[in-house]
């Protein structure tokens, strides 16, 4: 096991993911310095999500025509000079929307491709430490990316949080490369199967009718139900297409009734953990008045949990199994949700904080070490780009949903009360998520 490259590899991830969230800091400078409403204002987070599910099942084919550790590194490079173009070109909205999405495009790549390769550096007995060191990558990220997020929008411009990601994914090519030159042979390229560029097409357009619906919605109601019953009917036939032999999609995994289970929790999960780390910086900022200073301190408490808990859940996973630690991370999850419904102190929020931080960092390491477990050795690769299309398409309807509702429950007059009333209702929307979740692991 070459530490070098599993270090590498972790914080490629750490770097691609942590532009999912880091953007929540600064939303509300971004909408009132170009002007957006709060459905434009959503979509530099949702196109996010939306193309790394469209790119994530590419990752297996990529690595199969090119080799995993070539196309890891090419693509961070891609992600900093992307990142770079945010600083420059941060006046156009259309224009941060397209980095936006070869941002995504990046990171939905790189997150699969990262896992699969660190489970085969990685001897069976110690799989369990290395799911830890991705939890780095997918979650640490994001809980402490706004905390440096906040210090910069309030000392240097909202600008310079979209390229946050750029140093450590250059520094992560630094370190691969180094690792390259001390021994670790680079996975060779194989013959991939055939790419499903009309199930590819067609997931893109499906997710893309997704994020524009709040829009076209907005416009014209009779356009936003046009929409729907177009979007309907093609994820219908994307559907049908995919049960065929070689399509974009492994479907036929889910026949296996132990990755099914883990499938669907993934993507619950995706829902929550998105949607919550969505939401939390919006209530604080705009709901509580606090600053995005105190804002990503507040968070970054929370990262520090979140990797005291990932630490110790990779060892207790590999000691015992992955079942138990991850209906505990599914309750600490469920209980964070329901205290931040029903609080508005700082010291509560910020236990609520703490709490949600030892969920998620109890949920890695276990659903994915249940996922490499759940199917064939050779059908690893598949299925780990299938569950990230699923987590993060879940982040997609989190974060979408939170934003319909923010913005009709905004027109509804609740008197002084009613920051507290609608964030505590979107709260226990996740709670729900999570308590879903976790009967579905059971």
């Given at each position: 096991?070459?530490?070098?490259?599993i270090?590498?590899?972790?914080l490629?991830c750490?770097?691609?993911?942590?532009?999912?969230?880091?953007v929540?800091?600064?939303?509300?400078?971004?909408?009132?310095?170009?002007?957006l409403?709060?459905?434009?204002?959503?979509?530099l987070?949702s196109?996010?999500?939306?193309?790394?599910?469209v790119?994530?099942?590419?990752?297996?084919?990529?690595?199969?025509?090119?080799?995993?550790?070539q196309?890891?590194?090419a693509i961070?490079?891609?992600?900093?000079?992307a990142s770079?173009?945010c600083v420059?070109?941060?006046?156009?909205?259309?224009?941060?929307?397209?980095?936006?999405?070869?941002?995504?495009?990046?990171?939905?790549?790189?997150?699969?491709?990262?896992?699969?390769?660190?489970l085969?550096?990685?001897?069976?007995?110690?799989?369990?430490r290395s799911?830890?060191?991705?939890?780095?990558?997918?979650?640490?990220?994001?809980?402490?990316?706004?905390?440096?997020?906040?210090?910069?929008?309030?000392h240097?411009?909202?600008?310079?949080?979209?390229?946050?990601?750029a140093?450590?994914?250059?520094?992560?090519?630094?370190?691969?490369?180094?690792?390259?030159?001390?021994?670790?042979?680079?996975?060779?390229?194989?013959?991939?199967r055939?790419?499903?560029?009309?199930?590819?097409?067609?997931?893109?357009?499906?997710v893309?009718?997704?994020?524009?619906?709040?829009?076209?919605w907005e416009?014209?109601?009779?356009?936003?139900?046009?929409?729907?019953?177009?979007?309907?009917?093609?994820?219908?036939?994307?559907?049908?297409?995919?049960?065929?032999?070689?399509?974009?999609?492994?479907?036929?995994l889910?026949?296996?009734?132990?990755?099914?289970?883990?499938?669907?929790i993934?993507?619950?999960?995706?829902?929550g953990?998105?949607?919550?780390?969505?939401?939390?910086?919006?209530?604080l900022?705009?709901?509580?008045?606090?600053?995005?200073?105190m804002?990503?301190?507040?968070?970054?408490?929370?990262?520090?949990?979140?990797?005291?808990?990932?630490?110790?859940a990779?060892r207790?996973?590999d000691?015992?199994?992955?079942?138990?630690i991850?209906?505990?991370?599914?309750?600490?999850f469920?209980?964070?949700?329901i205290?931040?419904?029903?609080?508005?102190?700082?010291?509560?929020?910020?236990?609520?904080?703490?709490?949600?931080?030892?969920?998620?960092?109890s949920?890695?390491?276990?659903?994915?070490?249940?996922?490499?477990?759940?199917v064939d050795?050779?059908?690893?690769?598949q299925?780990?780009a299938?569950?990230?299309?699923?987590?993060?398409?879940?982040?997609?309807i989190?974060?979408?949903?939170?934003?319909l509702?923010?913005?009709?429950?905004?027109?509804?007059?609740?008197g002084?009360?009613r920051?507290?009333?609608?964030?505590?209702?979107?709260?226990l929307?996740?709670?729900?998520?999570?308590?879903?979740?976790?009967?579905?692991?059971?």
């Open positions: 096991m070459n530490r070098g490259a270090l590498a590899l972790t490629g750490f770097a691609v993911v942590m532009s999912a969230t880091t929540n800091v600064a939303i509300t400078p971004i909408m009132r310095a170009l002007d409403s709060p459905h434009q204002a959503q979509l987070s196109v996010f999500l939306g193309t790394t599910v790119l994530a099942p590419l990752s297996a084919w990529l690595a199969d025509r090119w080799g995993g550790m196309v890891f590194i961070l490079l891609i992600y900093a000079l770079g173009l420059l070109y941060s006046n156009s909205f259309a224009l941060l929307l397209v980095v936006r999405v070869i941002q995504g495009c990046c990171a939905g790549v790189v997150q699969p491709l990262a896992l699969f390769l660190l085969e550096l990685t001897p069976l007995s110690h799989q369990g799911m830890s060191l991705f939890g780095f990558g997918v979650v640490l990220a994001p809980a402490l990316g706004p905390g440096i997020a906040g210090w910069l929008v309030d240097a411009g909202w600008q310079y949080v979209l390229a946050l990601g140093p450590p994914a250059l520094l992560a090519v630094v370190l691969l490369r180094r690792a390259g030159k001390a021994g670790v042979t680079p996975q060779q390229p194989t013959i991939p055939r790419l499903d560029l009309a199930g590819l097409v067609q997931l893109a357009l499906l893309a009718g997704f994020l524009l619906w709040p829009l076209v416009a014209s109601h009779g356009l936003g139900f046009l929409t729907v019953g177009g979007w309907v009917w093609l994820g219908h036939v994307f559907l049908r297409q995919q049960r065929k032999a070689g399509s974009l999609l492994p479907l036929e889910l026949q296996q009734p132990e990755f099914k289970r883990v499938a669907l993934t993507m619950a999960y995706g829902a953990m998105y949607g919550s780390i969505y939401l939390i910086p919006l209530w900022q705009d709901g509580l008045a606090v600053s995005a200073t804002t990503g301190n507040l968070l970054l408490v929370g990262g520090v949990a979140l990797a005291l808990s990932i630490m110790l990779g207790l996973v000691r015992f199994s992955a079942k138990p991850l209906m505990l991370g599914m309750i600490s469920t209980l964070s949700c205290l931040f419904s029903l609080v508005g102190e700082l010291a509560w929020i910020t236990l609520g904080i703490v709490l949600s931080r030892i969920g998620l960092g949920i890695i390491p276990s659903l994915y070490l249940s996922i490499a477990r759940s050795e050779g059908d690893v690769r299925a780990m299938f569950t990230t299309l699923l987590r993060q398409g879940g982040g997609v989190g974060v979408v949903v939170i934003g509702l923010l913005s009709s429950l905004e027109s509804v007059p609740l002084e009360a920051p507290t009333q609608l964030y505590a209702g979107l709260f929307l996740f709670a729900g998520a999570a308590m879903v979740a976790r009967k579905l692991g059971n």
